[in-house]
């Protein structure tokens, strides 16, 4: 059973950058598809990215294209998201997933972590 560990979210004003990191332990990281998703408390999962375990394809939310990039490193069992440009409607719980494949729909993720808080201020 994989467990999966966010970290790097914080307090920043918009317009900063932040990299949030997700170590995946317990499982077969270079065979996972990875998600990113983001939850405002009392609102539904938004999918942010997800990439393919070996980041041939990757894809985005409209909202987060163009200032958000997420990749892996195999090696060390981590997918990262660089998050550029942050703007106050960012703000939200940053959680990573892993599923067999490459999906924006939250149904096909199979494990996730505790999330980490990004909290974006003007």
């Known amino acids: 059973q994989a467990h999966l560990e966010e970290s790097g979210g914080g307090s920043v004003q918009a317009g900063d950058s932040l990299t949030l990191s997700c170590v995946v332990s317990?499982?077969?990281?270079?065979?996972?598809?990875m998600g990113w998703f983001r939850q405002a408390s009392g609102t539904e999962r938004e999918f942010v990215s997800t990439?393919?375990?070996?980041?041939?394809?990757?894809k985005y939310a409209d909202s987060v294209k163009g200032r958000f990039t997420t990749y892996r490193d195999n090696d060390k069992n981590t997918v990262y998201l660089q998050m550029n440009n942050l703007q106050r409607a960012d703000t939200d719980v940053y959680c990573c997933?892993?599923?067999?494949?490459?999906?924006?729909?939250?149904?096909?993720?199979?494990?996730w972590g505790q999330g980490t808080k990004v909290t974006v201020s003007s």
């Open positions: 997933s892993s599923a067999l494949l490459r999906s924006d729909s939250e149904e096909e993720y199979d494990y």
């Open positions: 317990g499982g077969m990281f270079s065979r996972y598809a």
């Open positions: 990439i393919s375990w070996s980041s041939a394809s990757i």
